[in-house]
């Protein structure tokens, strides 16, 4: 017989709540509140992504969501598969389902009535304060919903004579054990990867990315990297590299309103741009930074629709050229507004803080403000992990003071 499972429905990687704008690392949920309560309270935790294996995946997931002993689904930023499984779920089973969610943004009114798990995310990472407290609340109300056998199931509850279908065990445990083999695969390919990312090793993270490709065609967290390391490896050549990336990311720019996806296809044509001093590629990273940053004024996003902006000043003329010009500004403008309300509020860690203080110091640097580009310079630096961290930010003062020229020495 397997161990009790748990079957955790829940989005991947960065997930952006369009209603609230935030944008959440809910691999951050799971790794750092889900699945250590789970398993401390005696179960195996399963993730829907780890049920991968697309010759399988419906009768998978089925299985799963009325087979597994208990079920968490988290509904962060209102993920319509998360939303579409815990309905499945519910119908299945009248007992044994926990609902999550982050505190940003409205409950959907056919959930209001569900009680709901509530914790605080920061965007990139959780406090260690709200860490500690969600483990220890969500561990007591998995013992009270193993002890208890309520009903959870709005279905059930008003339904009182409604019986849950049967399928067999044997069934059950053959999955299972296909599904443990290709997680702990998966999980060793994700981990070289960002391994080989640390070191700025990017053809060898490329590599890696393409495995967990073949494992997980679809995903687009992993689509989104790969395009990422392979246009920062320059091989077999800088231009090669870029005209690979683009044609990756292409796979999942349309329709997205991803601003990670607008950030990383903007970056690819930026520097295409700069290697073919094509103008067209300028106006689509422009068209890219631009919505990235439209989405939830990301300043990531911002920053570069800024750059861009000047750019494309530096090369127009008339009422074109000063429009760009005073857009640039205006970005830069909202972005600082922005972050500096983030750095002096009562947040004690600030969401991917090491890029907050490169960007303000970036902006600072534009606008010719010394005295503030070097403080945030100095913040950025005691947070730099990798290489090619430090080397993005350096390059983007040295276009910026070849294109504006601030009075600010490097």
């Keep these: 017989m397997v161990n009790k499972i748990c079957f955790v429905i829940m989005g991947f990687h960065e997930k952006t709540d369009y209603e609230s704008g935030k944008t959440f690392d809910l691999d951050k949920t799971y790794e750092n509140i889900i699945k250590p309560v789970v398993e401390e309270c005696g179960y195996t935790c399963i993730r829907a992504d780890e049920v991968y294996d697309s010759g399988i995946i419906d009768k998978s997931m089925y299985t799963l969501l009325y087979r597994a002993e208990l079920v968490i689904a988290d509904i962060s930023t ?49 406090g260690f304060s709200e860490v500690d407290r969600c483990r220890r609340d969500l561990e007591a109300l998995i013992q009270k919903v193993e002890t208890a056998k309520e009903i959870d199931s709005p279905l059930y509850e008003y339904l009182s004579e409604l019986s849950p279908p049967i399928i067999p065990e044997h069934q059950y445990e053959k999955l299972i054990a296909s599904l443990s083999e290709k997680e702990n695969e998966l999980y060793a390919i994700k981990e070289n990867a960002m391994l080989y990312r640390r070191k700025s090793n990017f053809i060898q993270a490329s590599k890696e990315w393409e495995k967990a490709l073949k494992l997980k065609p679809d995903d ?109 500004d205006k970005v830069r403008n909202t972005i600082i507004e922005n972050l500096l309300n983030l750095v002096s509020g009562e947040i004690k860690q600030l969401p991917d803080e090491m890029w907050v203080y490169a960007t303000l110091s970036n902006c600072y640097f534009a606008i010719g403000n010394k005295d503030k580009y070097l403080k945030y310079k ?31 020495t490097l």
């Excluded at 044994?96 to 505190?103: D, G, N, R």
């Excluded at 913040?379 to 600010?408: A, G, H, T």
């Design 78 to 126: 209102y993920n319509p598969n998360a939303v579409y499984e815990l309905g499945i779920r519910h119908a299945l089973r009248p007992f044994s389902t926990i609902v999550m969610k982050e505190s940003s943004g409205r409950i959907p009114f056919d959930l209001n009535h569900t009680r709901t798990f509530i914790y605080k995310h920061l965007g990139k990472d959780i």
């Design 220 to 328: 687009t967290y992993f689509i989104q990297q790969l395009a990422l390391c392979t246009y920062k490896s320059e091989s077999p050549s800088v231009l090669a590299a870029l005209i690979e990336s683009k044609a990756i990311i292409s796979k999942i720019l349309p329709n997205s309103n991803d601003p990670e996806t607008m950030g990383i296809a903007g970056a690819i044509h930026k520097n295409l741009y700069y290697e073919t001093v094509d103008n067209q590629f300028l106006d689509l990273a422009i068209n890219y930074y631009k919505k990235g940053f439209s989405i939830r004024v990301d300043y990531y996003n911002g920053e570069n629709y800024a750059l861009c902006c000047d750019v494309k000043s530096s090369i127009s003329d008339g009422k074109e050229k000063i429009y760009y010009s005073i857009e640039a």
């Design 378 to 408: 100095l913040e950025f630096e005691e947070r730099v992990e990798e290489k090619w961290q430090l080397e993005s930010f350096n390059n983007s003062l040295k276009q910026l003071k070849n294109i504006r020229k601030p009075s600010i």
